[in-house]
């Protein structure tokens, strides 16, 4: 019992202080946003994704995806192979009803269907995108018939530059 004035002290376990739930440290890195979305506000990865580091049977800690970890708690496991998919395109959101579990190369279609121009500002249309066979990789094919004429402007020149060189020895 804690007497006035008397500090708190941590509740200790068998090896020092007891560490929170995983759910209570989880439920302190987050917030909602207007789109319904819940966004992580934890460590993030390079790539956008939340960090979350869970504790294992033996007490160390193992560090994975916030959103992978959202989707596990509250619905179940993820099926082997699949990887989680954000209805909402956001990588920072860990709501469970925005995740739901997909094949790599789905999630990858999807998530290139959300863009409908290229990084120059080309439409992605049916006549100006070559897709790769056997893949869902597109290509602007404005933006390669720039590349390939500057590649062969370049070349050109050179050849000009050697053949000027040549004259004047």
């Known amino acids: 019992m804690q007497r006035r004035g008397e500090e708190l002290r941590p509740i200790q376990g068998r090896t020092g202080p007891l560490r929170k739930s995983d759910l209570e440290r989880f439920a302190t890195r987050?917030?909602?946003?207007?789109?319904?979305?819940i966004i992580w506000v934890g460590g993030l990865t390079t790539g956008g994704y939340g960090c979350f580091a869970t504790e294992t049977t033996r007490?160390?800690?193992?560090?994975?995806?916030?959103?992978?970890?959202?989707?596990?708690?509250?619905?179940?496991?993820i099926p082997a192979g699949l990887d989680i998919d954000h209805l909402c395109r956001v990588r920072s959101c860990?709501?469970?009803?925005?995740?739901?579990?997909?094949?790599?190369v789905e999630n990858i279609r999807r998530a290139a269907a959300v863009k409908t121009h290229c990084p120059a500002g080309h439409p992605y249309d049916e006549a100006n995108t070559y897709v790769r066979p056997g893949t869902v990789h597109r290509t602007c094919k404005a933006c390669s018939r720039q590349r390939d004429l500057q590649r062969a402007n370049d070349k050109n020149a050179k050849r000009r530059a050697a053949r000027a060189a040549r004259r004047a020895a």
Not at 59 to 77: D, F, K, Q
């Open 94 to 104: 860990v709501n469970p009803d925005h995740l739901e579990p997909v094949t790599r």
């Open 30 to 37: 987050v917030a909602l946003n207007d789109d319904g979305c």
């Open 59 to 77: 007490g160390a800690e193992r560090m994975g995806l916030a959103h992978r970890w959202s989707y596990e708690y509250h619905v179940g496991p």
